[in-house]
């Protein structure tokens, strides 16, 4: 069993920068695929991006393309979420997923697909 802990949620004024950190208890390895989720009340949880540690192939939603970055490191078992340029929209429960497979390049923001979940990090985007 996996634990994957969610740090560097928090409040921001619109246009300024987080980045999310998630700490897996347990050595990723170059066959895994990790994601980022979001959730708002009453709304279904949606990919935001995900990365392949073999190929370090990413993904990324449109609504955060080119504001937020996906990154790993494998020796510390990090996966981590650069957020720029945020916006009050980008306000959510942020969800830290792995999956012991390769990302699927059709798939990737697909939420049965991953095996582990994080509980989660609120960010607070005000106007």
């Known amino acids: 069993q996996v634990q994957l802990v969610e740090l560097g949620g928090g409040s921001v004024q619109a246009g300024g920068s987080l980045r999310l950190s998630c700490v897996a208890s347990s050595a990723t390895s170059s066959g895994d695929c990790m994601a980022w989720f979001r959730q708002t009340p009453g709304k279904e949880r949606e990919g935001v991006a995900s990365?392949?540690?073999?190929?370090?192939?990413?993904y990324y939603a449109d609504s955060v393309t080119g504001r937020f970055t996906i990154s790993q490191d494998n020796a510390q078992n990090t996966l981590y979420l650069q957020m720029n340029s945020l916006k009050p929209e980008d306000t959510a429960m942020y969800y830290c997923?792995?999956?012991?497979?390769?990302?699927?390049?059709?798939?990737?923001?697909?939420?049965?697909?991953?095996?582990?979940w994080g509980q989660g990090t609120q960010v607070t985007v005000s106007s």
């Open positions: 997923a792995l999956s012991r497979d390769y990302c699927d390049s059709n798939l990737w923001y697909v939420r049965s697909g991953y095996d582990y």
């Open positions: 990365i392949d540690f073999g190929s370090s192939i990413t």
